[in-house]
């Protein structure tokens, strides 16, 4: 095997020599070849004009750089009506014309900025043995020809954000390829819409619930069949169902606290069994204490910046805080106070009931207590069960006498009790599910209507997508009627989701990878080189 075969040279060319200066290893390597193509007319040739030497930068071999010094050939061209009389000899396939770098060391440079980018590149192409600047990089990168797009079918349209909440573009996914199509600088009906126009044979088109996207493909692909992303459709109608939650449980801790404040005596507290917590430590008390103050001060000079003629977004930026939290603050005109935690399950709930029984009938010794109740399996510790009893100093548990309580849930987390298939859901939130559903009439039947309609999902049914609006219209729960009102606006595309195999979840997929190319580049770059990161990602 020869020298030139271990480099990988291309046939025609032949190492002559080659030595190592200053660390980097340069090769000398001559043409062979005995005659040459004119590359106007095509016309090949063996009448040799001269020779000439170029150098060029090619993959770096055993650590180190390498340099090439190639000694090439200018021929005449017998053609006589060519319009080149003089010619040097093409090395294309190994070397452009004019190129300082070989081919595939402009590949391997290629492959890093589309990898790393422009500075990362640089410090990534020194430690591999390649001196290249970041403009040099980007440049290569730019200069990349958009592959021209195959027949698309089934397109796949959404959006992604170049700055969170304020700018965004569209992208554009071949569905049956699992391939990203183009990308769009905004999301605008008409940039899509005339994207769209160039691609006739476009069937179907699978979106999100954006009005902009529908009327874009309306406009932009008429012959299309729209179809609405399942995904969405399923997270519209939970966040119809928490809407349903929020104002259904609110209603009815209203009316349990007005019964309880109707029935028991000024000054008493009660508290429910499956609610009795551990007193907190004095640690926790003055964390909680200094949290409160310090939320106090705040709101205090969010009063002060307001009166001064401040908008939400300047408090928020000089107070670093969120906007959001500025608008609720001053809408609601009063200090905020910390929301109580949830209960969680502790190992001494089991033995509450009984525990509270000792403590009605007299039993006063803790430690009496925590050995009664370890006897009986509790595996917590003795300063645990005293933490529990300081409460019953301050608070009168009561027992539920049968009558089922409600979980205590946000609106937020009990919103995926009524979601999950029944089968995901463990032993102790079926009972939670039982105990919401005995609670009210209400979330008995929009539970029974949310399972029926995703059990219409999973089952591709829609052709029963009519009976079930009719079930909401007649139901009278406001929210489900409004995301039935928002289904029937589109109702085609809906009918066309649920029996059809397409939908958006490649399109959200390569989404993701569009942040990750994103937040590589720091978020600094401009639309053009994210485009060209994108199309040609690795």
């Known amino acids: 095997m020869s020298f030139s075969s271990l480099l990988g040279l291309p046939a025609g060319l032949q190492v002559l020599s080659f030595d190592l200066v200053n660390n980097v290893l340069i090769i000398q390597v001559a043409s062979t070849a005995s005659e040459s193509a004119c590359p106007v007319c095509q016309c090949p040739t063996s009448r040799m004009h001269s020779h000439y030497s170029r150098k060029a930068a090619d993959l770096a071999c055993g650590g180190h750089q390498v340099q090439l010094i190639l000694y090439v050939r200018k021929f005449f061209c017998t053609n006589p009506d060519c319009s080149r009389k003089i010619f040097a000899e093409r090395l294309t396939a190994f070397l452009e014309p004019w190129a300082r770098v070989t081919t595939r060391l402009g590949q391997q440079i290629e492959a890093i900025g589309l990898a790393s980018c422009g500075r990362l590149g640089a410090r990534l192409g020194a430690r591999l043995r390649i001196e290249i600047s970041r403009t040099s990089i980007l440049r290569r990168v730019m200069k990349l020809a958009t592959e021209t797009t195959e027949p698309v079918q089934h397109l796949g349209v959404d959006d992604f954000s170049f700055r969170r909440g304020?700018?965004?573009?569209?992208?554009?996914?071949?569905?049956?390829?699992?391939?990203?199509?183009?990308?769009?600088?905004?999301?605008?009906?008409?940039?899509?819409?005339?994207?769209m126009k160039t691609h006739p044979e476009i069937t179907h088109v699978s979106r999100d619930r954006s009005s902009e996207y529908a009327s874009a493909v309306s406009a932009g692909a008429p012959q299309a069949i729209q179809v609405a992303d399942r995904f969405h459709i399923a997270k519209n109608l939970s966040e119809a169902v928490q809407q349903l939650l929020a104002r259904v449980l609110l209603e009815m801790k209203t009316a349990s606290q007005g019964a309880e404040a109707a029935t028991q005596a000024p000054g008493d507290r009660l508290l429910p069994v499956e609610e009795w917590r551990p007193a907190p430590e004095e640690s926790v008390k003055q964390t909680i204490a200094i949290r409160r103050a310090e939320r106090q001060e705040r709101y205090q000079q969010v009063l002060v910046l307001c009166e001064q003629g401040l908008t939400s977004p300047e408090i928020a930026l000089r107070l670093r805080m969120k906007?959001?939290?500025?608008?609720?603050?001053?809408?609601?005109?009063?200090?905020?106070?910390?929301?109580?935690?949830?209960?969680?399950?502790?190992?001494?709930?089991?033995?509450?009931?009984?525990?509270?029984?000792?403590?009605?009938?007299?039993?006063?010794?803790?430690?009496?207590?925590?050995?009664?109740?370890?006897?009986?399996?509790?595996?917590?510790?003795?300063?645990?069960?005293?933490?529990?009893?300081?409460?019953?100093?301050?608070?009168?548990?009561?027992?539920?006498?049968?009558?089922p309580r409600l979980p205590q849930y946000t609106s937020t987390a009990a919103v995926w009790l009524f979601m999950r298939h029944p089968a995901q859901l463990d032993e102790i939130q079926r009972e939670d599910l039982a105990a919401f559903r005995l609670a009210h009439a209400s979330l008995n039947t929009t539970y029974q209507l949310v399972q029926d309609f995703l059990h219409m999902m999973r089952h591709r049914q829609g052709k029963r997508l009519d009976a079930w609006l009719s079930q909401v219209h007649e139901s009278g729960l406001a929210e489900l009627q409004s995301f039935a009102q928002g289904v029937e606006q589109e109702k085609a595309a809906v009918q066309a989701g649920l029996p059809l195999p397409i939908s958006n979840g490649q399109v959200e997929g390569q989404v993701t990878k569009i942040k990750l190319i994103k937040r590589m580049m720091y978020g600094r770059a401009k639309f053009p080189l994210l485009r060209q990161r994108v199309l040609h990602a690795l």
């Open 166 to 195: 304020r700018t965004f573009g569209t992208v554009l996914v071949d569905l049956q390829r699992h391939q990203i199509l183009d990308l769009l600088p905004d999301r605008q009906k008409e940039t899509a819409a005339a994207w």
């Open 323 to 403: 906007a959001r939290t500025v608008r609720d603050w001053l809408h609601k005109g009063v200090a905020p106070e910390t929301r109580p935690r949830r209960k969680y399950r502790s190992a001494f709930d089991p033995y509450a009931p009984y525990v509270l029984k000792r403590w009605q009938e007299g039993e006063r010794s803790g430690r009496q207590l925590w050995r009664e109740v370890r006897f009986q399996g509790y595996s917590g510790s003795e300063r645990m069960v005293y933490r529990f009893l300081e409460t019953l100093k301050t608070t009168e548990i009561v027992t539920s006498a049968g009558t």
